[in-house]
Structure formats: structure tokens, C-alpha cells
């Protein structure tokens, strides 16, 4: 079981699954989700047509996470989810820890070992990189205590979101 944590971009990691911080359309967005696509290929996005004219016809909940091809990318599978928006009145804590565990449980079912996260709802969605580096490690390390994914790589976009996430990780 190992955690690591890089800066870099998520869309060069040679894993078996690349972790993308979708929107519920499924259908791309900016952010991570924007370069995934464009590096990825229009295959992805073909796949996550597919899933919204079957099972996700509604889209993809908050929390929740589905694989599709990986396209161009140098990793077999991508697999999206949906990260909760930042609140300051509400806690949606639960939410973010969702995404890294169906992320890791859906990866698990593909039979990937190797796993790439970017840091979840820290853009767009504007999640504190504090407290979303605190859920997302220890989110993973409790999930990968009875997985058989071996190894959780964390890539962060910029030394500041790197920095925060070490910092967290040593905690
Ligand atoms: N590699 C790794 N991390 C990246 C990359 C990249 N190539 N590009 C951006 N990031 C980082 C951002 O710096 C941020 O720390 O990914 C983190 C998540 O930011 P967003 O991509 O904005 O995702 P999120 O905050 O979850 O918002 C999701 O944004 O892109 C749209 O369609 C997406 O509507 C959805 C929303």
C-alpha cells in the first residue's frame, strides 16, 4: 500500500487509472476535466455519451464514480467523478470522501493496481486545498487498507497545492 504525492499533470501519469474531477453531464468541462479530454481524445468522451444514454441518463451524482476509456492517455482506464462544491454552511465532507472511495472501488473492480488523483473540488469547485488534502489522504489510506489497488498517486497542479498536501500527508 503506497501514497504518493507529485506535482505534475495528472494527464502524463503512466497508471492504470487516471482519476478525472468531473461534472455531473459527464459530457467536460475546464479544469482537469477539460485536459483529459483534450489529451485523452474524443474516445472519451464517446464513452461518457454512452453512459448518459444508458444507466446515467440523469448524469453522474455528486459522490460518485464511473470508468470509461482512457483514450490517448498513457493508462488503461479514466474514471470520473463528481466532486461536491465548496460550502461554507453546509459540510459536504462525506461527499469528497465518497468520491475517493467509489473512485478506488470502481478502479478495484477494473482490476487496476495503479491509481493517479488530482486534488478534487480545489478549482472550480473551491474547495479549501486544507481540508480537502486532510479527506482525500485519509480517505484513501483507509480504503486502501482492504483494496487490491497498491499504489494511490496524488498530482498536484502547482507547488502550492503540492505543498499542501505534503504538509497534510505528514501530518
Ligand atoms: N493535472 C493535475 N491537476 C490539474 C490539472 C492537470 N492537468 N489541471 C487542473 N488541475 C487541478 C486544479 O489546479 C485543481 O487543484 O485539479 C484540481 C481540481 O480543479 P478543477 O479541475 O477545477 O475541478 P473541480 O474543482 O473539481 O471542479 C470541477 O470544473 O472542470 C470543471 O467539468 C468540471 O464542472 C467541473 C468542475
Redesign the pocket.
Known amino acids: 500500500m503506497a501514497i504518493e504525492i507529485v506535482e505534475g499533470?495528472?494527464?502524463a501519469q503512466q497508471v492504470d487509472v487516471i482519476v478525472n474531477?468531473?461534472?455531473s453531464s459527464l459530457l467536460?468541462?475546464?479544469?482537469?476535466?477539460?485536459?483529459i479530454h483534450r489529451r485523452g481524445g474524443p474516445e472519451i468522451l464517446a464513452d461518457c455519451r454512452k453512459l448518459r444514454a444508458g444507466h446515467y441518463g440523469r448524469g453522474l451524482k455528486v459522490g460518485q464514480a464511473v470508468a470509461t476509456t482512457a483514450g490517448r492517455l498513457p493508462a488503461r482506464w479514466v474514471v470520473h467523478t463528481v466532486?461536491p462544491v465548496w460550502s461554507s454552511s453546509e459540510d459536504r465532507s462525506s461527499l469528497l470522501a465518497d468520491c475517493h472511495r467509489n473512485s478506488l472501488r470502481v478502479a478495484a473492480s477494473l482490476g487496476a493496481v495503479s491509481v493517479a488523483f488530482?486534488?478534487?473540488?480545489?478549482?472550480?469547485?473551491r474547495w479549501p486545498l486544507e481540508s480537502a488534502a486532510e479527506i482525500a489522504l485519509s480517505t484513501v489510506a483507509e480504503e486502501l487498507a482492504d483494496s487490491s489497488v497498491e499504489m494511490v498517486r496524488f498530482?498536484l497542479?502547482?507547488q502550492q497545492?503540492y505543498d499542501v498536501f505534503r504538509a497534510a500527508s505528514s501530518a
Open positions: 499533470d495528472i494527464t474531477a468531473a461534472n467536460g468541462g475546464g479544469g482537469v476535466d477539460g485536459a466532486g488530482p486534488a478534487v473540488s480545489t478549482g472550480i469547485y498530482v497542479f502547482g497545492a
